[in-house]
T-cell receptor, first 114, second 109 residues
C-alpha cells in the first residue's frame, strides 16, 4: 500500500442495503476525511476524524456513519442506502487536524444506488 | 453563509497563459488551497496561500488578497495535460475546508 487506498472503486447498490466503503492510509496521518463529490457542486465533507478514537460530523452527515479504531483505517458506512447517496466518494488524509497542510486523496469510490 | 465562487469552465490554447479566479466569503480564514483534478481521478495538491501575495511554483503561480477575498491560479506555457478541473478551497475559522465547485479548464491545440 502506498498512500491512501479506497475500496471498492465502484459499486452498484440496491436501495435499502447497508454498505461500507473502506479507506486505509499508510502515511501515519492523524487526520482523515470523507467527502462526496457531485456534478456542479464542490466537495462536501461528510465526516472527519482529527485523530484515532475521535470523529466529527461534516456538512452532510445524515445517513452516514464512521469509526476510527486506529490511525490507518477510516471506514464509511451507509446504514440504509438511498438513491440520493449516488455519488463519488473520496477519502482523504492530512498530517494534522484542520488540514492546514496538504491533503492526500484516495482514488475515489463511485457508488450508484438504484 | 459560506461561499466559494469560481468560473465553471474556461478554454485556453496550448502554450498560452490562463488565470483562474476564485472569490470567497467564509467565516474566518486560515488559508486557501488550489487542487488539480483530472477527470475520473482524485484531487492533487497544487498550492497553499495564507499571506497576501504571489507564490510561484514552476509553471503554476497562486495569488492571494485577503482584504478582497480573492485568489487566482495562473498557469503558464499551457500543455495538453493541464486539461483538468481546478478546485479552490478555503480553510475557515473552524479549520474546515470549504470547497468551490471547480473550474474545468479545456486546452485546445
Amino acid at each position: 500500500i502506498a498512500g491512501i487506498t479506497q475500496a471498492p472503486t465502484s459499486q452498484i447498490l440496491a436501495a435499502g442495503r447497508r454498505m461500507t466503503l473502506r479507506c486505509t492510509q499508510d502515511m501515519r496521518h492523524n487526520a482523515m476525511y470523507w467527502y462526496r463529490q457531485d456534478l456542479g457542486l464542490g466537495l462536501r465533507l461528510i465526516h472527519y476524524s482529527n485523530t484515532a478514537g475521535t470523529t466529527g460530523k461534516g456538512e452532510v452527515p445524515d445517513g452516514y456513519s464512521v469509526s476510527r479504531a486506529n490511525t490507518d483505517d477510516f471506514p464509511l458506512t451507509l446504514a440504509s442506502a438511498v438513491p440520493s447517496q449516488t455519488s463519488v466518494y473520496f477519502c482523504a488524509s492530512s498530517d494534522s487536524g484542520g488540514m492546514a497542510t496538504e491533503a492526500f486523496f484516495g482514488q475515489g469510490t463511485r457508488l450508484t444506488v438504484v | 453563509g459560506q461561499n466559494i465562487d469560481q468560473p465553471t469552465e474556461m478554454t485556453a490554447t496550448e502554450g498560452a497563459i490562463v488565470q483562474i479566479n476564485c472569490t470567497y466569503q467564509t467565516s474566518g480564514f486560515n488559508g486557501l488551497f488550489w487542487y488539480q483534478q483530472h477527470a475520473g481521478e482524485a484531487p492533487t495538491f497544487l498550492s497553499y496561500n495564507v499571506l497576501d501575495g504571489l507564490e510561484e511554483k514552476g509553471r503554476f503561480s497562486s495569488f492571494l488578497s485577503r482584504s478582497k477575498g480573492y485568489s487566482y491560479l495562473l498557469l503558464k506555457e499551457l500543455q495538453m495535460k493541464d486539461s483538468a478541473s481546478y478546485l479552490c478551497a478555503v480553510l475557515d475559522s473552524n479549520y474546515q475546508l470549504i470547497w468551490g465547485a471547480g473550474t474545468k479548464l479545456i486546452i485546445k491545440p
